[in-house]
């Protein structure tokens, strides 16, 4: 343990998703410590429609939110 989630909106390719989760992993390791192989990592992917029930509950809503993004979550229904 850790496990890391990923969530974000569709259209990366699994390549990308893959560097990201490594990356991730590898930032985390170095960060707190902890062994590399106790790491997992999910990687969900959202439509701009779905994301906005999940924007709420992960974010607006969320009390153990560490770091809050700066955008409004309709911003991505626009795209």
């Known amino acids: 343990m850790p496990h890391i989630t990923i969530k974000m909106l569709k259209g990366r390719t699994e390549e990308q ?7 991730l992993a590898a930032a985390l390791t170095e960060a707190i410590g902890c062994n590399p192989t106790h ?10 429609e779905e994301w906005q029930e999940q924007y709420r509950i992960e974010v607006a809503e969320n009390q ?8 409004d979550p309709k911003d991505v229904l626009k795209k």
């Open 64 to 71: 153990n939110l560490v770091l809050t993004p700066d955008y």
């Open 39 to 48: 790491i997992s990592v999910s990687v969900e992917d959202f439509t701009p």
């Open 17 to 23: 998703k893959k560097t990201a989760a490594e990356k």
